[in-house]
């Protein structure tokens, strides 16, 4: 039986994830970056952020990890809702994303709060079961091994913490994805590339990226492979974005 779900066809060209050229392609959209995440999703996104906060919420018991934090958004937001009582590190590998985050951090008042570390998603810098949450949001696609940056994450999350991945998605009502995907690839690209001017075109990359990258349950599976248990996903304004939480599994007994 033929499927009624349209296919998504992608330029491969566009999807070339070594990490220089990520590295390079976030560096160079770091001046524009905030304000065309905000601009482009209608603010939307800051609402995303706060509902994962609220969903997968610091439980008072060890440090909390933002992987691939870029410029700081969902460390910041897990600071606000922790009231600056929880330890946050924001990691992320693209040395000018992680200047505006400090930046940031101070305009906000969580300087020496939030220590942020310049690492690859693919080999952490932390011990084993040493955050009680680990997140990231709209990063793990971008890593060059998203299976491998999964592993990390659940390498590092305390044995009973959680993993919380948000990521954009693919709406499943046909109406909605039809314009969503018209408004995704020739809306969206046009505005960013015009301001934020990139060299690596980035505002191409973000669609293609997005509609090559397995999401619902696809996504649930890669976490239960990775070793987490009672996975769930919530998905976000009709489905563009969706919040998948995994929960790394006691520590055995003797």
């Known amino acids: 039986m033929q499927s009624l779900t349209p296919r998504v066809v992608v330029n491969p060209t566009l999807l070339d994830k070594r990490e220089v050229r990520i590295q390079r392609m976030f560096g160079q959209i770091a001046p524009w970056y905030d304000f065309l995440n905000h601009f482009l999703s209608l603010n939307i ?4 952020r706060t509902k994962t906060a609220k969903l997968v919420p610091a439980n008072g018991r060890g440090p909390i990890l933002d992987l691939c934090t870029g410029t700081g958004d969902l460390a910041m937001t897990y600071d606000k809702a922790c009231h600056g009582k929880a330890t946050i590190i924001g990691a992320d590998f693209c040395h000018e994303m992680l200047v505006r985050a400090i930046d940031k951090s ?3 008042g969580s300087e020496g709060r939030i220590a942020y570390i310049e690492a690859d998603a693919q080999l952490l810098p932390f011990p084993d079961d040493h955050f009680q949450i680990v997140t990231v949001s709209f990063g793990l696609r971008n890593v060059t091994d998203p299976d491998k940056g999964l592993a990390e994450m659940v390498r590092v999350a305390q044995p009973g913490g959680r993993v919380a991945v948000l990521e954009f998605s693919k709406p499943t009502n046909r109406y909605f994805r039809k314009l969503y995907l018209w408004y995704f690839r020739n809306v969206l690209p046009r505005i960013g590339q015009l301001l934020s001017r990139s060299k690596e075109s980035a505002y191409q990359y973000l669609p293609a990226s997005v509609l090559q990258f397995p999401d619902g349950e696809a996504m649930a599976q890669k976490m239960r492979d990775c070793g987490l248990t009672a996975v769930t996903y919530y998905p976000f304004t009709f489905g563009i974005a969706t919040l998948y ?10």
């Not at 996104?45 to 995303?48: G, K, S």
């Not at 939480?245 to 003797?254: D, L, Q």
Request: charged residues 40%; without cysteine; glycine residues 6%.
């Open 45 to 48: 996104d800051r609402r995303w």
């Open 106 to 108: 101070r305009r906000a």
């Open 245 to 254: 939480v995994g929960e790394k599994p006691p520590a055995a007994t003797a």
